[in-house]
T-cell receptor, first 113, second 112 residues
């Protein structure tokens, strides 16, 4: 593990379910990110948190709800998703807002049925 | 916002040959350009990066070049090995804005 841990690794959920993705880092980083990785598309930035405050929301549908209770933990709450939301969801962290050198987690492979 | 384009989407080379992956970006304010390697089923990992005050950077068999005027940058891998097979992503950011924008990725296959 590189220091960014994501759970679960795989998740299958129905369109009416509620589930949460978890990301944890103990690198002392103060910025955390959620990215969506779909086949043949660029990594899409979803949310940015800096010092536990959301600083970026890239027009993400409200069925995705992030939460950052402290600088080490980041959650992505999922509710009434669509099949097209199936993707690999990657968490990343960096030392500070505007810093370089992102460290990625291994991702959660989400399948919506 | 920034738009990063990456070519080719797939690339096959014989072991020992060189591989070149090219990216263009749209925002002249971008000043940081990392490259990530993602092996099958694994996380993206930073392999090399370059800042806008430098035209070229090399790390063993990997090099990156940047042309700020033309807004393009390239990854060069020499003496390719089978373990170089992976998906490579370029990215660009204005570190002041904190956003890292990625290209669509290049699947590199090195044929033994």
């Amino acid at each position: 593990e590189t220091g960014v841990t994501q759970t679960p690794r795989h998740l299958v959920m129905g369109m009416t379910n509620k589930k949460s993705l978890k990301c944890e880092q103990h690198l002392g980083h103060n910025a955390m990110y959620w990215y969506k990785q779909s086949a043949k598309k660029p990594l899409e930035l979803m949310f940015v948190y800096s010092l536990e405050e959301r600083v970026e929301n890239n027009s993400v549908p409200s069925r995705f709800s992030p939460e950052c209770p402290n600088s080490s933990h980041l959650f992505l709450h999922l509710h009434t998703l669509q099949p097209e939301d199936s993707a690999l969801y990657l968490c990343a962290s960096s030392l500070a807002q505007g810093a370089t050198g992102y460290t990625f987690g291994s991702g959660t492979r989400l399948t919506v049925v | 916002g920034e738009n990063v384009e990456q070519h080719p989407s797939t690339l096959s080379v014989q072991e020992g040959d060189s591989a070149v992956i090219k990216c263009t970006y749209s925002d002249s304010a971008s000043n940081y350009f990392p490259w990530y390697k993602q092996e099958l089923g694994k996380r993206p990992q930073l392999i090399i990066d370059i800042r806008s005050n430098v035209g070229e950077k090399k790390d063993q068999r990997i090099a990156v070049t940047l042309n700020k005027t033309a807004k393009h940058f390239s990854l060069h891998i020499t003496e390719t090995q089978p373990e170089d097979s992976a998906v490579y992503f370029c990215a660009a950011s204005d570190t002041g804005a904190n956003n890292l924008f990625f290209g669509t990725g290049t699947r590199l296959t090195v044929i033994p």
